[in-house]
């Protein structure tokens, strides 16, 4: 009878010690997992941030310089720049599609007769567009067509969901 109960007890210990370790790699997969989306979204917010900055950064560029941002609302920017330095000014947009696209952030450049749009970010819950003068006033909305003059710092929120996940990135541009 004794032996019964020690191979009960053995058996008892050894599901325990198993269950454990069983857990110990769940958990392990799941930091990993959750770890790995983590640095995807970072890459990829890191990514749309660089590309938003560095085409704003140009806004007003070129040898026939029409300084002036188009359209200057808090949810989509319009601005000429010569992008392809050829001469003529191209019109570069960032804008929230509208829709079953409503979460998708397109970048739309207009060059000639020519419209050409990517898209740069899936899940965007949130795009906003600051524009501040050198005082620091925010002109955000003020008018249609802002002088980049005028405009000495932009910044760009954008916010991307993924699942469950929620990652913002902020980016400021001086122009």
Do not use: C, P
Request: proline fraction near 0%.
């Amino acid at each position: 009878m004794g032996v019964v109960i020690d191979i009960i007890g053995s058996f008892i210990v050894r599901a325990a010690i198993v269950g454990m370790i069983l857990q110990l790699m769940i958990t392990l997969s799941d930091a990993l997992y959750r770890n790995t989306e983590r640095q995807t979204l970072n890459e990829e917010s890191d990514n749309v941030a660089k590309i938003v900055s560095s085409d704003i950064k140009l806004a007003g560029f070129g040898r026939n310089t029409i300084k002036r941002m188009l359209t200057a609302n808090s949810n989509d920017i319009r601005f000429y720049t010569d992008f392809d330095d050829d001469g003529a000014m191209d019109q570069i947009r960032y804008y929230l599609g509208s829709g079953s696209n409503s979460t998708t952030l397109y970048r739309t450049w207009s060059y000639g007769t020519i419209d050409q749009t990517l898209e740069v970010a899936r899940n965007v819950s949130r795009f906003r567009v600051r524009y501040y003068t050198i005082t620091g006033t925010d002109v955000t909305g003020t008018s249609s067509a802002l002088d980049v003059g005028v405009v000495k710092s932009i910044l760009v929120t954008i916010e991307i969901d993924a699942m469950s996940k929620l990652v913002g990135i902020a980016d400021s541009s001086s122009l």
